[in-house]
């Protein structure tokens, strides 16, 4: 399974921006999808999550401002990030689970948002 995410970019704050992961390779054996985030000195944090039949799941923190889709004909995933704000500064990064287990990672995209 490869993974490829794109769209990020510098955005003012209170801005949007629509990132998307585009798979490949093995895509039948894919359960789930998630997005992540990785800012400066920080851990890893799930930002949204997705079944392959379509169920979300969102942390707290992220459920007002972000929506995860998927376009089964496209074989991609969507971020939908709305009302930024700069402590969404963050390599946002895609990640596909399959019914084994076994989890694969995209390289991530990088989100700026100034003020």
């Not at 894919?30 to 969102?58: C, F, H, S």
């Not at 496209?74 to 969404?88: A, F, H, I, P, W």
Request: include cysteine; hydrophobic fraction near 35%.
């Amino acid at each position: 399974v490869q993974l490829q995410a794109s769209g990020g970019g510098l955005v003012h704050a209170g801005g949007s921006l629509r990132l998307s992961c585009a798979t490949s390779g093995g895509i039948s054996r894919i359960r789930a999808m998630a997005w992540y985030r990785q800012a400066p000195g920080k851990q890893r944090e799930l930002v949204a999550y997705i079944t392959i039949g379509g169920q979300t799941t969102y942390p707290d923190s992220m459920k007002d401002r972000f929506v995860i889709s998927r376009d089964g004909a496209k074989n991609t995933v969507y971020l939908q990030m709305n009302s930024l704000k700069r402590e969404d500064t963050a390599v946002y990064y895609c990640k596909a689970d399959d019914y084994n287990g076994v989890a694969y990672w995209g390289r991530g995209t990088l989100v700026t948002v100034s003020s």
